[in-house]
């Protein structure tokens, strides 16, 4: 089984790496024509944005995780009504 888990890993990690790029033939096989799209004030602050959003959810994730749980009142411990 971890020979599979393996191998699967193995392959999905390479067809990542593979979309990511674009694939080498891909670029090959077009020629270099790229228009320079002017960069608007929102454009720069999408990367900010971006990490500011992972790194609080992952704090969040982590005071959730390790967060003080309410400890359960004992049935002989309960206030009487």
Known sequence: MRKHTARAGAW????????????????AAVPEYHTQAQAT?????????????????VTGMLVGALRRKKVPVQ?????RT
């Open 41 to 57: 004030p929102l454009d720069a602050l999408s990367t900010p944005v971006g990490l500011v959003t992972v790194a609080l959810g």
């Open 75 to 79: 049935p002989e411990n309960q206030r």
């Open 12 to 27: 999905l990690s390479a067809l990542v790496l593979t979309l990511l790029t674009g694939g080498v033939s891909a670029h």
